[in-house]
């Protein structure tokens, strides 16, 4: 909600034993004013200030929160804790959202979660180890995501009942050739998907994960979508 900032609070002891669990309360505060809406207790988190960021999600009907080795869902008008649950411990610079109706998926280093709005966690994968994930998108009710390290990258459409891969897609990239990493993230239409490694620009379908095309890109263009 654009009237709605979500904070999450932990106890002062926290910043001295960050190894340690420490129970978090989120809350909801009015920007316009100032005022505490709500507050609930999420349960126990673990990590430092530096395994946190971009852990929270707001949509039109809740806040979730995925960090520190917990996720929970609260309602937004009433504070109201839909679910809380331990998870992997995640580390990771952010985390990636994409948030999908009943459904909410986030990406945060090696780890994907999808969660469901009523019953929690669904399930967790790793495609990629000694990676991170680039980029994350809904596509009808599938989710298409991109795993990726110094070396390799991985698309994938993933079943998102089952967190099957409906098809995967691999390159092999040249860092010390290359300038670095594959690019991060990628381009996403109605029927094709874009990505980038090696200074070639790969096309595929989205449908199937056939290959449509690749072009040699200029090689002092840094490509980022």
């Known amino acids: 909600s654009a009237q709605t ?9 926290w910043t001295q034993a ?16 100032g005022t505490l809406r709500w507050s609930v207790v999420l349960g126990a988190i ?10 929270i999600a707001i949509e039109q009907g809740g806040v979730w929160w995925a960090a520190g080795g917990r996720a929970a869902r609260v309602e937004l008008s009433s504070g109201k804790l839909s679910w809380s649950t331990a998870i992997a ?3 990771g610079p952010h985390s990636l959202w994409a948030l999908s109706g009943s459904m909410a998926a986030v990406a945060r280093g090696e780890h994907l979660f999808l969660f469901d709005v009523a019953t929690g966690l669904l399930w967790e994968r790793r495609l990629l180890k000694e990676g991170r994930v680039s980029g994350l998108f ?6 298409l995501v991109k795993f990726q390290n110094e070396k390799r990258l991985i698309i994938a459409r993933l079943n998102a009942q089952s967190g099957k891969s409906r098809w995967e ?3 092999k990239h040249k860092p010390g050739k290359f300038y670095g990493p594959p690019p991060q993230g990628m381009a996403v239409t109605e029927q094709q998907v874009f990505v980038a490694a090696n200074a070639r620009l790969h ?17 002092d263009i840094m490509w980022k979508a």
């Open 203 to 219: 096309a595929y379908d989205l449908e199937s994960g056939a290959a449509l095309f690749e072009h040699e890109m200029e090689r």
């Open 18 to 33: 960050q190894d340690k669990a420490h129970e978090a309360t989120l809350a909801a505060v009015d920007t316009r004013d």
């Open 46 to 55: 673990t990590g430092g200030v530096d395994s946190f960021g971009s852990e």
């Open 89 to 91: 411990q995640t580390e």
């Open 5 to 13: 900032a979500a904070v999450l609070f932990v106890p002062g002891g």
């Open 169 to 171: 897609r691999e390159l």
């Open 138 to 143: 809904w596509t009808k009710s599938e989710l």
